[in-house]
């Protein structure tokens, strides 16, 4: 299977190139920058914005799984907003584009998107049929509105695409808990080990999370499963609150103690790590709900027993 991912030099797309690529699979990267390439994966230049030679790999692929976009763990100065949105739509629109112009498209393309397209709740869990999408909730900051007309406009550019023989899935991600670095597993076992993974705010809030071998699978399954399109939650089926999550990985950890944190010194600590508070604030209670009802059997569905699995691996070199 030749499988094309668009930014997949980042975190995610190392961890997904990488495993694909050992399997044997046909991985073509394309990229902005010089990277070194996982073994058994071939890198592509594409500036993410314009059709280049780069179009030629999609032209007879099997799987376009695009990940282009902007890292969000930054400040959410008016700049990188607009990296971020131009980033993401952009590479949406231009890989759609290629697609629709392909002699031989792909039969299937995969567009990141992300569980924040939900609404801040405590509530209830969400679903695809049931989930309450985000953007006007009463007493959250303003600009969280941003990230969710971003998930919005990620979504309908792969919606807009006119691509009659290939299937599209709009994939709304978790956050992926591998021990690859600069991921959030790395961020969060860090602090952990400092002492300072204790409940931010409360920990009431909620946390929807997904382990790297799940996702691939999931990937797999989607590729697999013709019957299935449109937006899919790739979340394990049990979200907890981030003072649970973080109690439970103390625990694989060894750490006895978690200094907690009061809002305030949440929005110190991300000035200082050059990210921002809603990362940690806004509560992503996220469950799988398609995925579950196609037959999807998830390996690493709680929390405790997959932080203790990732924390058995061996940790890579970054890339």
């Given at each position: 299977m030749k499988v094309v991912i668009p930014g997949g030099t980042g975190h995610l797309g190392r961890v997904l190139s990488r495993r694909l690529g050992e399997r044997g699979d046909e991985v073509v990267v394309l990229t902005r920058r010089e990277t070194t390439p996982e073994p058994g994966v071939r890198h592509v230049r594409w500036d993410g914005r314009s059709a280049g030679p780069w179009t030629a790999e999609i032209d007879g692929s099997d799987v376009v799984l695009n990940l282009a976009g902007r890292s969000v763990n930054c400040r959410y100065t008016p700049a990188n907003l607009r990296e971020m949105w131009n980033s993401r739509v952009d590479s949406a629109r231009v890989v759609g584009g290629a697609i629709e112009r392909a002699t031989r498209p792909p039969r299937v393309w995969l567009q990141m998107s992300t569980a924040t397209i939900y609404a801040h709740r405590f509530d209830a869990p969400n679903d695809e049929a049931t989930g309450v999408l985000g953007g006007d909730e009463p007493g959250v900051p303003?600009?969280?509105?941003?990230?969710?007309?971003?998930?919005?406009?990620?979504?309908?550019?792969?919606?807009?695409?006119?691509?009659?023989?290939?299937?599209?899935?709009a994939l709304r991600t978790a956050m992926v808990m591998s021990p690859e670095p600069?991921?959030?597993?790395?961020?969060?076992l860090r602090l952990t080990r400092l002492?300072?993974?204790?409940?931010?705010a409360g920990g009431a809030q909620y946390l929807s999370w997904i382990h790297e071998d799940d996702l691939v699978r999931a990937i797999d399954f989607l590729v697999a499963?013709?019957?299935?399109?449109?937006?899919?939650?790739?979340?394990?089926?049990?979200p907890l609150p981030y003072r649970d999550f973080l109690r439970?990985?103390?625990?694989?950890?060894?750490?006895?103690?978690?200094?907690?944190?009061?809002?305030?010194m949440?929005?110190?600590g991300a000035f200082v790590l050059r990210s921002d508070t809603e990362l940690l604030l806004k509560s992503r209670r996220v469950v799988p709900g398609r995925m579950?009802?196609?037959?999807?059997?998830?390996?690493?569905?709680e929390w405790p027993a997959a932080a203790a699995d990732l924390l058995r691996r061996p940790v890579r070199a970054a890339g």
């Amino acid at each position: 299977m030749k499988v094309v991912i668009p930014g997949g030099t980042g975190h995610l797309g190392r961890v997904l190139s990488r495993r694909l690529g050992e399997r044997g699979d046909e991985v073509v990267v394309l990229t902005r920058r010089e990277t070194t390439p996982e073994p058994g994966v071939r890198h592509v230049r594409w500036d993410g914005r314009s059709a280049g030679p780069w179009t030629a790999e999609i032209d007879g692929s099997d799987v376009v799984l695009n990940l282009a976009g902007r890292s969000v763990n930054c400040r959410y100065t008016p700049a990188n907003l607009r990296e971020m949105w131009n980033s993401r739509v952009d590479s949406a629109r231009v890989v759609g584009g290629a697609i629709e112009r392909a002699t031989r498209p792909p039969r299937v393309w995969l567009q990141m998107s992300t569980a924040t397209i939900y609404a801040h709740r405590f509530d209830a869990p969400n679903d695809e049929a049931t989930g309450v999408l985000g953007g006007d909730e009463p007493g959250v900051p303003g600009y969280w509105a941003y990230s969710v007309d971003l998930a919005r406009a990620w979504e309908r550019e792969q919606e807009v695409a006119t691509t009659p023989r290939t299937r599209k899935v709009a994939l709304r991600t978790a956050m992926v808990m591998s021990p690859e670095p600069g991921g959030a597993f790395a961020m969060l076992l860090r602090l952990t080990r400092l002492g300072l993974g204790g409940p931010v705010a409360g920990g009431a809030q909620y946390l929807s999370w997904i382990h790297e071998d799940d996702l691939v699978r999931a990937i797999d399954f989607l590729v697999a499963r013709d019957d299935l399109s449109g937006p899919v939650n790739l979340a394990a089926p049990e979200p907890l609150p981030y003072r649970d999550f973080l109690r439970s990985l103390r625990a694989a950890a060894g750490v006895p103690l978690g200094l907690p944190a009061t809002r305030w010194m949440a929005e110190i600590g991300a000035f200082v790590l050059r990210s921002d508070t809603e990362l940690l604030l806004k509560s992503r209670r996220v469950v799988p709900g398609r995925m579950l009802d196609a037959g999807f059997a998830f390996e690493h569905p709680e929390w405790p027993a997959a932080a203790a699995d990732l924390l058995r691996r061996p940790v890579r070199a970054a890339g």
